[in-house]
Every structure is written in structure tokens, then in C-alpha cells.
């Protein structure tokens, strides 16, 4: 099942680290199959609510791959540069199967 890496940043002070950090995640990503999903400001419209920053999904082809991209010694000698460069929220997040239901979570309360 393909696993989700999700960032919200804000503060972003982009400078000589960050762009370090971008000229190499691509290769952090790519022995473990993670690809962009989203990356950036993009063309959002708030449609609810108000949101500030970017949103970056970076998609795995398993938890494991991600789990092993963010662990990895690769991606923990760039994170810094985004860290002290930022502040956000990043997490992981499984996705559904093709076929699910909004009430398939009624199975798991």
C-alpha cells in the first residue's frame, strides 16, 4: 500500500540551505521509490477555512520505503537544512485501497 510522506511549512527562508536541500532530496528519495505528489504553493484555492504555506506529498511505494527514506543516512545529512530553515509539520500517512468507502472507517470505532 502506498505510503504518504506529508509536510505543511511555513517560514520558509529560502536561501544557500535551502536551496542545498532541494538540489538533494531527489536523490535521498530515489532508492526507495519516493516520488513528488505535490511540491509546493502550487495552484491552491482555499476552498474552507484559511491556510498558510505549502504543502509538499512525496508518495512511497510502501511504509517501509518511507520509513527507510526518512531513517535513511542520505536524507538526516540534508534535513537540517530544511529544520533550521522552517517550521512545519511532517508526517506519514498510509493511503486506501482503490476501492474504499467513506464507511470503511466505521470498522476500525
Known amino acids: 500500500m502506498t505510503t504518504y510522506a506529508l509536510a ?6 529560502m536561501g544557500p540551505q ?16 519516493g516520488k513528488f505528489v505535490i511540491h509546493g504553493d502550487g495552484n491552491k484555492r482555499v476552498l474552507e477555512g484559511s491556510f498558510a504555506g505549502d504543502v509538499i506529498m512525496l508518495s512511497f511505494p510502501t511504509r517501509k520505503d518511507a520509513e527507510g527514506w526518512y531513517a ?5 545529512a540534508i534535513l537540517p537544512l530544511r529544520t533550521l ?5 511532517v508526517l ?8 474504499h ?7 476500525k470505532v
Open 18 to 33: 535551502i536551496v542545498a536541500y532541494l538540489e538533494g532530496i531527489d536523490a535521498t528519495m530515489a532508492p526507495f521509490g
Open 101 to 107: 468507502k467513506a464507511t470503511d472507517i466505521l470498522k
Open 72 to 76: 535513511s543516512e542520505a536524507y538526516r
Open 8 to 13: 505543511h511549512l511555513h517560514n520558509v527562508t
Open 92 to 99: 506519514l500517512i498510509d493511503g486506501v485501497d482503490d476501492d
Open 85 to 89: 530553515n522552517s517550521v512545519g509539520d
